[in-house]
């Protein structure tokens, strides 16, 4: 059994040292470039995001992005255009109004994803809406959801997507530069976890917190207050004020004052000047073509 195993690695060896005295290798690459097909949509995230901010937006659900414990639909072609048209004019390019564009390509994630549909906690019943994946990836849901009869409500588009936005860009933020521990000790004694959920937004005020979500933990506070802090009209913001009363308004005020102070020592932006700027795009939006990729 032996010889007969030597005898056939001689043969094989025998061919491979006459394939290889025979090889006459082609000078074609291996590694061909392929062309790629880009339509018109993807052509325009190309000049308004990938080329002035290194942004590379995926609409077409790709796995190694996705949270495959949920249920997920890809994002419709059409709405993720609108979506995108949206978030540069509120998002993006709101920061660099504010700030600049250097703040805006040096800060923002490098990847957003679009996903169709919410990502559901079927066990709480709640709904994610965005997540921030190591200041590279930020994933937004619900695209699918996005209707023109929705663009002319501010308050649903405020709740479904922008306030998203700018709460997920804060988690960014705070991974390059941690804020003043001090903001944690403020309502210290008053986070809830995972419990959440189970508390209404004006029991949460008198908390002083802005949202049920913010009652979480606080670095899910600090992004909930600026998020809502510069999507939130001086008069709304006044109203949520007096809901929380002289129980909850002194420590939302108190960090408040914190969330002020970083922004304006940390990144030189002044969150009053930003609430000026994203309010006035929003009233805006009806004015935007959002059926034209100019």
């Given at each position: 059994?032996?010889?007969?195993?030597?005898?056939?690695?001689?043969?094989?060896?025998?061919?491979?040292?006459?394939?290889?005295?025979?090889?006459?290798?082609?000078?074609?690459?291996?590694?061909?470039?392929?062309?790629?097909?880009?339509?018109?949509?993807?052509?325009?995230?190309?000049?308004?995001?990938?080329?002035?901010?290194?942004?590379?937006?995926?609409?077409?659900?790709?796995?190694?992005?996705?949270?495959?414990?949920?249920?997920?639909?890809?994002?419709?072609?059409?709405?993720?255009?609108?979506?995108?048209?949206?978030?540069?004019?509120?998002?993006?390019?709101?920061?660099?109004?504010?700030?600049?564009?250097?703040?805006?390509?040096?800060?923002?994630?490098?990847?957003?994803?679009?996903?169709?549909?919410?990502?559901?906690?079927?066990?709480?019943?709640?709904?994610?809406?965005?997540?921030?994946?190591?200041?590279?990836?930020?994933?937004?849901?619900?695209?699918?959801?996005?209707?023109?009869?929705?663009?002319?409500?501010?308050?649903?588009?405020?709740?479904?997507?922008?306030?998203?936005?700018?709460?997920?860009?804060?988690?960014?933020?705070?991974?390059?530069?941690?804020?003043?521990?001090?903001?944690?000790?403020?309502?210290?004694?008053?986070?809830?976890?995972?419990?959440?959920?189970?508390?209404?937004?004006?029991?949460?005020?008198?908390?002083?917190?802005?949202?049920?979500?913010?009652?979480?933990?606080?670095?899910?506070?600090?992004?909930?207050?600026?998020?809502?802090?510069?999507?939130?009209?001086?008069?709304?913001?006044?109203?949520?004020?007096?809901?929380?009363?002289?129980?909850?308004?002194?420590?939302?005020?108190?960090?408040?004052?914190?969330?002020?102070?970083?922004?304006?020592?940390?990144?030189?932006?002044?969150?009053?000047?930003?609430?000026?700027?994203?309010?006035?795009?929003?009233?805006?939006?009806?004015?935007?073509?959002l059926n034209q990729l100019n």
């Amino acid at each position: 059994m032996k010889k007969i195993c030597l005898f056939a690695l001689a043969a094989i060896l025998s061919l491979g040292f006459n394939s290889c005295s025979e090889d006459n290798p082609s000078s074609d690459s291996i590694f061909g470039g392929k062309t790629v097909h880009r339509d018109n949509f993807d052509k325009w995230l190309l000049a308004n995001y990938t080329y002035p901010y290194n942004i590379d937006v995926k609409y077409k659900m790709e796995d190694i992005y996705s949270d495959m414990k949920y249920h997920l639909v890809p994002a419709d072609s059409a709405k993720s255009a609108k979506l995108a048209i949206i978030a540069k004019y509120l998002w993006f390019d709101a920061y660099a109004e504010c700030v600049g564009p250097n703040f805006v390509k040096a800060n923002v994630p490098r990847i957003i994803h679009l996903i169709g549909s919410p990502a559901y906690n079927s066990g709480q019943g709640t709904m994610i809406l965005g997540t921030a994946e190591g200041g590279l990836v930020i994933t937004l849901y619900m695209v699918n959801n996005l209707t023109d009869k929705m663009l002319t409500d501010y308050a649903t588009v405020n709740e479904y997507y922008f306030h998203t936005m700018h709460h997920e860009f804060t988690h960014i933020l705070n991974q390059k530069i941690p804020y003043d521990e001090n903001f944690q000790h403020i309502s210290e004694g008053n986070y809830v976890s995972g419990d959440w959920y189970l508390i209404r937004k004006a029991a949460a005020n008198k908390k002083g917190f802005v949202t049920p979500y913010a009652m979480s933990e606080p670095i899910e506070d600090f992004a909930e207050m600026l998020s809502v802090y510069v999507t939130t009209s001086p008069a709304d913001w006044e109203k949520m004020m007096n809901t929380a009363g002289t129980t909850g308004a002194p420590y939302i005020q108190a960090k408040l004052d914190l969330i002020r102070a970083y922004m304006r020592d940390s990144w030189k932006l002044d969150i009053d000047q930003l609430r000026s700027i994203v309010l006035r795009r929003a009233s805006e939006i009806g004015h935007l073509d959002l059926n034209q990729l100019n």
